[in-house]
């Protein structure tokens, strides 16, 4: 049985990189979309708020395709690392886990 990895991270951008940042992710390249879904991930949502980001995140280990992690080629590789280092440049503050500190479930309440 496997197990769905739930996560919600926050991030802060610099005020001068909010365009750059949401245009690197309109014009995410294919390849770079196979590998998350290679990787597992089954959602990823990211949500703007000012320079504040939330992103929720769904991995399922069972979805871990190894063909799919293949090495990209040589230009696709350049081009991701490009991408990472002009993401990580818009980060006032990196991405950090937030801390559940409630949670409500309809069924659990409707046994009682």
């Not at 990211?46 to 992690?69: A, F, P, S």
């Not at 002009?86 to 046994?111: G, M, N, V």
Request: include cysteine; glycine fraction near 2%; aromatic fraction near 8%.
């Amino acid at each position: 049985m496997s197990e769905c990895i739930q996560r919600i991270q926050l991030a802060m951008l610099h005020p001068d990189k909010v365009e750059t940042y949401e245009r690197l992710h309109h014009e995410m390249p294919d390849y770079n979309s196979r590998r998350m879904a290679a990787q597992g991930f089954r959602i990823i949502r990211i949500y703007r708020h000012g320079l504040m980001l939330v992103m929720t995140v769904e991995q399922d280990e069972l979805l871990v395709t190894q063909e799919l992690l293949e090495p990209l080629n040589h230009s696709e590789d350049e081009e991701l690392k490009l991408l990472r280092a002009a993401t990580e440049a818009c980060f006032a503050e990196p991405w950090r886990d937030l801390s559940l500190i409630y949670e409500f479930h309809a069924l659990d309440w409707q046994k009682g």
